[in-house]
């Protein structure tokens, strides 16, 4: 039997035809942590193909809290 994952976070509601990955931006501001938030929804791998990649209205998400902030690259200007 399979339990429950405990996962600490926000839950936000999609906008309708939203996909998961604009939502993950649209919270964290990045994408990397996108297979962070596939665990802590596995109910939505049960959803048809079409329907994972444009969420229907109302879908609920669970954005797990994050332990790490992200590494910004180096950008220079002058070498």
Excluded: C, F
């Excluded at 079409?50 to 002058?78: E, F, S």
């Amino acid at each position: 039997m399979n339990t429950p994952l405990k996962v600490q976070g926000q839950r936000l509601t999609a906008r309708e035809g939203e996909m998961l990955d604009a939502l993950v931006w649209r919270h964290y501001g990045r994408v990397d942590v996108l297979p962070l938030v596939l665990e802590a929804n596995r109910q939505l791998a049960r959803l048809p193909v079409a329907q994972m990649l444009r969420l229907p209205a109302g879908t609920p998400v669970l954005m797990p809290a994050l332990n790490d902030q992200p590494v910004l690259p180096l950008v220079r200007i002058w070498s």
